[in-house]
């Protein structure tokens, strides 16, 4: 059974920057494709990015703002989140899904991660 726990959450001011966290556990994390998603109150869950082995992907949302990367020694996924604005404000959401590439269909991972919170104050 794979566990994910994400860390890194927290207030910042708008233009800042955070670091998210995503320590795996359970199976072989490079088997893993694995993604970040993000739920503001009130809104639907969205795709933020996601990375496989070799590849990435990114929602429209983020752009180059964010950057998603693994270190499979460690079994971590991280999101690095720049000139982050109050529009970022979510629950922020690790998952992983069995897959060679990036996905960003929410409904194909297979687990996920408890979430953590990221507020952007203006």
């Known amino acids: 059974q794979v566990q994910l726990v994400e860390y890194g959450g927290g207030l910042v001011q708008a233009g800042g920057s955070l670091r998210l966290s995503c320590v795996f556990s359970?199976?072989?994390?490079?088997?893993?494709?694995m993604g970040w998603f993000r739920q503001a109150p009130g809104k639907e869950r969205e795709f933020v990015a996601a990375i496989s082995e070799n590849m990435v992907e990114y929602g429209d949302s983020v752009n180059s703002r964010f950057a998603i990367s693994r270190d499979n020694d460690k079994a971590t996924l991280y999101l690095q989140m720049n000139s982050l604005e109050p529009e970022d404000t979510a629950a922020y959401y690790c998952a992983a899904v069995s897959s060679p590439f990036p996905v960003s269909d929410e409904d194909k991972y297979e687990y996920w991660g408890q979430g953590t919170q990221v507020t952007v104050s203006s």
């Open positions: 359970g199976r072989t994390f490079r088997n893993y494709a």
